[in-house]
């Protein structure tokens, strides 16, 4: 029921576009709260836009939204940053090839010789999936030795934490922030009308990009630290999706249900 069935205005004729991380931000609070943004969102469409920016691939999220029935972005931002995509509903996930080319770029070839320096590296597990432009890792904070941090920088690479259980490793000045502001100015969105909206240190470059931006109530400590002088951001008292609703009420950005 989520494909769309007519042509809406193009992201930069909409009054508001959302872009949001799904793990604890689009898909955190309860499941009244998602279903009350998620159906928000749907009647809402000719004057809301979506973009996902989040560390998932292409197949999640083909996955959740036709399957689980989330509501369907537009376009991607995926990978941690190091994919920019548009969505065609029910049919695929599409990579921009003018988006990702400097992407590409910095990344070369990386994946092999970033798998070699830290294959057995005391706290990484690499992760099954082969990403185009990144090398993921499960992270044991317990048992992680630091010094990888100087092997991805020695390769001219950069490294991000997350959820103190995620290590990636990304080409250099890609993430999220980066890549949602090249996206933005690509469709010429004006800014302004723009959310981001995040709850982990692997949103930290999109709430500090100058875009309105809004850490969820249920955000990891180290980033609230991190964001809570930023003049451009709303620090949610709610959690997951109802922490959205809150800051879209607090910048004023679209009119929101009563009581949200």
């Given at each position: 029921m989520?494909?769309?069935?007519a042509?809406?205005p193009?992201?930069s004729?909409r009054?508001f576009?959302l872009?949001?991380d799904?793990?604890?931000?689009?898909?955190?609070?309860?499941?009244?709260?998602?279903?009350r943004?998620?159906?928000?969102?749907?009647?809402?469409?000719v004057?809301?836009?979506l973009?996902?920016v989040?560390?998932?691939?292409?197949?999640?999220?083909?996955e959740m939204?036709a399957?689980?029935g989330?509501?369907?972005p537009?376009?991607?931002v995926?990978d941690v940053g190091?994919?920019?995509a548009?969505v065609?509903?029910g049919?695929?996930?599409?990579?921009?090839?003018?988006l990702e080319e400097?992407?590409?770029?910095?990344?070369?070839?990386s994946?092999?010789?970033v798998?070699?320096?830290l294959d057995?590296?005391?706290?990484l597990?690499?992760q099954?999936?082969?990403?185009r432009?990144?090398?993921?890792?499960?992270m044991?904070?317990e048992?992680?030795?630091?010094s990888?941090e100087?092997?991805?920088?020695?390769?001219?690479?950069d490294w991000?934490?997350?959820?103190d259980?995620y290590?990636?490793v990304?080409?250099k000045g890609?993430?999220?922030g980066?890549?949602?502001?090249?996206?933005v100015a690509?469709?010429?969105i004006?800014?302004?009308?723009?959310?981001?909206a995040?709850?982990?240190?692997n949103?930290?470059?999109?709430?500090?990009?100058g875009l309105?931006a809004?850490?969820?109530?249920?955000?990891?400590?180290?980033?609230v630290?991190?964001v809570?002088?930023l003049?451009?951001?709303h620090?949610?008292?709610a959690?997951?999706?109802?922490g959205?609703?809150?800051?879209?009420?607090?910048?004023d950005l679209?009119?929101?249900?009563?009581?949200?």
């Open positions: 989520n494909v769309a069935t042509p809406h193009p992201l004729d009054r576009v872009a949001t799904l793990d604890g931000t689009f898909l955190g609070g309860t499941e009244a709260e998602r279903r943004l998620y159906d928000w969102i749907e009647a809402n469409r004057s809301v836009g973009i996902f989040t560390g998932r691939d292409p197949d999640f999220i083909m939204c399957e689980r989330l509501p369907w537009e376009y991607v995926g190091t994919s920019i548009e065609h509903p049919e695929a996930i599409r990579p921009i090839p003018a400097d992407i590409s770029r910095r990344w070369g070839d994946g092999a010789r798998r070699a320096a057995g590296h005391p706290g597990t690499l099954p999936t082969e990403f432009y990144r090398v993921s890792f499960d044991d904070a048992t992680y030795d630091p990888a100087a092997k991805v920088e020695a390769m001219g690479l991000l934490i997350s959820a259980c290590f990636d990304l080409p890609v993430s999220k980066p890549s949602l502001r090249r996206l690509h469709l010429t004006p800014e302004g009308r723009v959310l981001a995040g709850d982990t240190l949103d930290l470059s999109m709430l500090e990009c309105n809004v850490a969820v109530g249920n955000s990891e400590p180290a980033l630290e991190r809570r002088d003049d451009h951001l620090i949610a008292r959690h997951g999706a109802a959205i609703m809150e800051a879209i009420a607090a910048f679209h009119t929101v249900p009563t009581g949200a």
